[in-house]
Structures are given as C-alpha cells and as structure tokens.
Antibody, heavy 121, light 107 residues
Framework: EVQLVESGGGLVQPGGSLRLSCVGS????????MTWVRQAPGKGPEWVAN????????NYLDSLRGRFTISRDNAENSLFLQMNDLRVEDTAVYFC??????????????WGQGTMVTVSS | DIQLTQSPSTLSASVGDRVTITCRAS??????LAWYQQRPGEAPRLLIY???RLQSGVPSRFSGSGSDTEFTLTISSLQPDDLATYYC?????????FGGGTKVKIK
C-alpha cells in the first residue's frame, strides 16, 4: 500500500522549535518531489515547501524562508521539516504529500494523515 | 504570487443535481491545475489533475475543464458522499497556491 505517515507534532511555546518527519512506503520515494502543506484550524490548505527527489533543489513559502527547512533522507524514505522560531500563527495540521509524477512538480496524489502543531504559551 | 479565487464559497444542492465550482487564476497557469476534495477530519484527496484528467479511482461524475485562467469542477449528479470542501491548486509557478475552497452542502 502506498502511504505517508507523519510524526513529530505537538505543543510548543512561541520561539520554540519542532522537527516533523514523514515516512513513505509502497513507492519509490527517491523518485518523487515531496511537499509539506499546512492547514490552520478552519482554514484552507497552505503550501509550505517542496524538495526535489534527489534533495538538490527546494522551494519555500516566502514568509517561512529562514525559519523552516525541508530535507530528506532517501535511504530511510523520509522527509523532514525543521521549524524554528515558531509563532502562534504557525499553529496548523501539517501534511506531507507526494508529487504524482516521477521527478516533476505535479499535483499531489498521496497525502499523509497530518500531524498537529500547536504554538501557544 | 498566483492567486486562485474560487466561487461560490458555499453551495447547497440536492442529491442528483449538477454542481459547478469555478476557480480563477490571477495569471495564466496553462493547465497546471488540480482539484481536491476534503472531508472533515481528513487529508485532501486528489480528484482532477492537469485541469481535466481524472485521478485513478475517482468516480466519473467528477470532471474538470478550463485552461489559462478559468477552470471549473463539475459534479454531474451530486451524491451524499460528496459532502465536503473542494479546493483548486496551481502548480505552474512557485510558490504553489490553493484556492479558498468551496463548501458543498446537501439540501
């Protein structure tokens, strides 16, 4: 079965850090661009960042550049999101997702169940 | 950044009705547009990619059309299972963006 499973969410104080993880299975993880999308409570999805299949290129939402870092370990079929200097407005469910075509940025066909990040004092 | 404007934001229709949702892009995105369905408490589910191509496993009552800046998602015969919020998504240019959503209610 093709699936993505996120972990690492939780409650953190403003200014704190968290590292999210996403493990893929059932497909050739190292051949797909991977993406983080977040969704604040009651809001629509917001694209956060994506990373090329070989890890050589990445893109970020401008407002997050410098605080968030996307990375991957293809040997472990894993995607990561390091989040620093967290703010209340970063509170959201964070989803990991896969680009549906090999080695290209395309529509997101596989999604994880999401991991909740709550930033609050 | 490319803005995606969906309309309506909410719609209410009866089972069996034909439903159309519109997504307008602030600049040309060719056909690099996807539609997703999201039920409460679930992750988004890909329905349509490249504006009009049906994702595997998605019922044929869903269809997409359009190009450039104007796109539509049509549900030919609304079913109770279609109660959800629908989002368009452009992957033509970074930063990738999503529309604001259309919540579909069943009368």
């Amino acid at each position: 079965e093709v699936q993505l499973v996120e972990s690492g969410g939780g409650l953190v104080q403003p200014g704190g850090s968290l590292r999210l993880s996403c493990v893929g299975s059932g497909f050739n993880f190292s051949s797909h661009w991977m993406t983080w999308v977040r969704q604040a409570p009651g809001k629509g999805p917001e694209w956060v960042a994506n990373l090329k299949h070989d890890g050589s290129a990445s893109n970020y939402l401008d407002s997050l550049r410098g605080r968030f870092t996307i990375s991957r370990d293809n040997a472990e079929n894993s995607l990561f999101l390091q989040m620093n200097d967290l703010r209340v407005e970063d509170t959201a469910v964070y989803f990991c997702s896969r680009s549906r075509e090999l080695r290209l940025v395309r529509a997101l066909d596989i999604w994880g169940q999401g991991t909740m990040v709550t930033v609050s004092s | 950044d490319i803005q995606l404007t969906q309309s309506p934001s909410t719609l209410s229709a009866s089972v069996g009705d034909r439903v159309t949702i519109t997504c307008r892009a602030s600049q040309s995105i060719s056909n690099w547009l996807a539609w997703y369905q999201q039920r409460p408490g679930e992750a988004p589910r890909l329905l349509i990619y490249r504006a009009s191509r049906l994702q595997s496993g998605v019922p044929s009552r869903f269809s997409g059309s359009g190009s450039d800046t104007e796109f539509t998602l049509t549900i030919s015969s609304l079913q109770p299972d279609d109660l959800a919020t629908y989002y368009c998504h452009q992957y033509s240019k970074h930063p990738l963006t999503f529309g604001g959503g259309t919540k579909v209610k069943i009368k």
